[in-house]
């Protein structure tokens, strides 16, 4: 660990909310990494990678010493991952055991559970900005107010929603043939 990353622990640890502020930005990258290499989908990277440095917001000072922080780190990472695929594994199962007693087979219905599965795999940010236009029905200026952020991000994002959504979409129909 570098030098300059101990000092910054050390300080976090002693409540400078700077060096903590600093902590958390230098972290994100190492958090993302190790994500990665840990989480079953981008969906779990996304969450853990904000679980983790809140995590990391809430209790560097409870850390014993600078040594432990990466592995700290590391297991809140871990565990994390772990419980969110456990909590996908568990509704997986609970959504085709209630998908199961469903008797009718209106395709109006298919479709809408299709849809809805389709708008659960999307990344977080594409999902979110889907339900604000789309579901909440928010105006574009609206929507960019609500995240904090441009206009033109909002139709970007929304655009690349709704194609991930068609591609999602179009490959299961042509699954279910």
Known sequence: MKQN???????ACSGNKQALEQLLIVSQK??????RKT??????IE??????LWQI?????????????????????ERECYRLFRSRLSKNTET???????????????????LINAIMTLPPIYRQILIIRDIEEYTAPEAAK???ITIEAVKSRLHRARTMIKEKL?????LDK
Request: charged share 25%; hydrophobic share 40%; glycine share 2%.
């Open 146 to 148: 609500k995240l904090g």
């Open 96 to 114: 085709e055991s209630n998908l199961e007693n469903i008797t009718t087979h209106d395709s109006d219905l298919n479709l809408r559970i299709d």
């Open 57 to 77: 917001h809430r209790k560097i000072g409870t850390l014993k010493t600078i040594k432990a922080y990466t592995s700290w780190l590391f297991r809140i990472i």
């Open 30 to 35: 190492d958090i993302r990494r190790f994500a």
């Open 47 to 52: 969450d853990v990678v904000q679980i983790a």
């Open 170 to 174: 179009t490959s299961q129909i042509f």
């Open 39 to 44: 989480c079953t989908t981008s969906e779990d």
């Open 5 to 11: 990353s101990e000092k910054l622990i050390l300080a």
